[in-house]
């Protein structure tokens, strides 16, 4: 599919054979950047600040002294160390276990361990606030449905919880209402667009 706009106005759409406007598509890596307005939503809401350590909802990285400095910032830029392989995605459990390969803040690793950690914070700290424990049904209520888009699907891991990294499934035009709703929130958005110090091309789940 390919939709384009210009100030809100549609200037072009195009789809392949055989799909439509009403045709949902997998996300993949796109996921990521809802994962990063989820985590601006919960900043606003308190749930947690992007410089804070990881170590405050994940006790057991508490005794290493790699994980002990990595912040929420540096997960969803994917510069806290964490290692994964594209294509491989860890359940949320499975993502916390290996050891880091690098210093926090030191090296850029695109991958989707890094998501999956995050989506057990907020798994975590969403239960530690008397709220349903998916960070799914937290994105929903926070970002989707203020953005007016719908959700076509999204896929879960083998513990049964949304892949944070790829799971997203909708339409282009759902797709480009979180465009918009972005562009018209820009300035409580802004810190997500900010370049990571290892990566200047990367920001909190978008390419910048």
């Excluded at 939503?41 to 006790?59: Q, R, S, V, W």
């Excluded at 916390?96 to 090296?107: I, K, M, Q, T, V």
């Excluded at 695109?110 to 008397?130: D, W």
């Excluded at 790829?166 to 709703?181: H, I, N, P």
């Amino acid at each position: 599919s390919l939709l384009v706009l210009e100030d809100g106005r549609t200037v072009c759409e195009a789809y392949a054979p055989g799909t439509n406007s009403e045709t949902p598509f997998p996300l993949y890596s796109g996921t990521k950047s809802l994962v990063g307005l989820m985590a601006a939503a919960a900043a606003e809401d308190g749930l947690l600040t992007f410089d804070e350590l990881a170590i405050a909802t994940l006790p057991e990285w508490r005794e290493d002294s790699a994980k002990s400095r990595a912040t929420l910032r540096q997960l969803l830029s994917m510069s806290a160390g964490l290692p994964s392989r594209i294509g491989e995605v860890p359940t949320y459990a499975g993502s916390l276990a290996p050891p880091f390969n690098a210093p926090p803040g030191e090296r850029f690793q695109y991958g989707p361990a890094p998501y999956q950690a995050f989506g057990e914070i907020m798994r975590r700290k969403l239960a530690a606030k008397g709220l349903t424990p998916d960070p799914l049904i937290y994105l929903e209520q926070r970002v989707l449905q203020p953005s007016g888009a719908t959700l076509a699907g999204w896929r879960r891991g083998a513990d049964g919880l949304p892949m944070m990294p790829q799971g997203a499934v909708m339409t282009a035009r759902d797709w480009s209402k979180v465009g918009e709703f972005v562009r018209g929130r820009f300035p409580a958005y802004a810190q997500l667009f900010a370049p990571s110090p290892v990566n200047p091309a990367y920001g909190l789940g978008w390419w910048l």
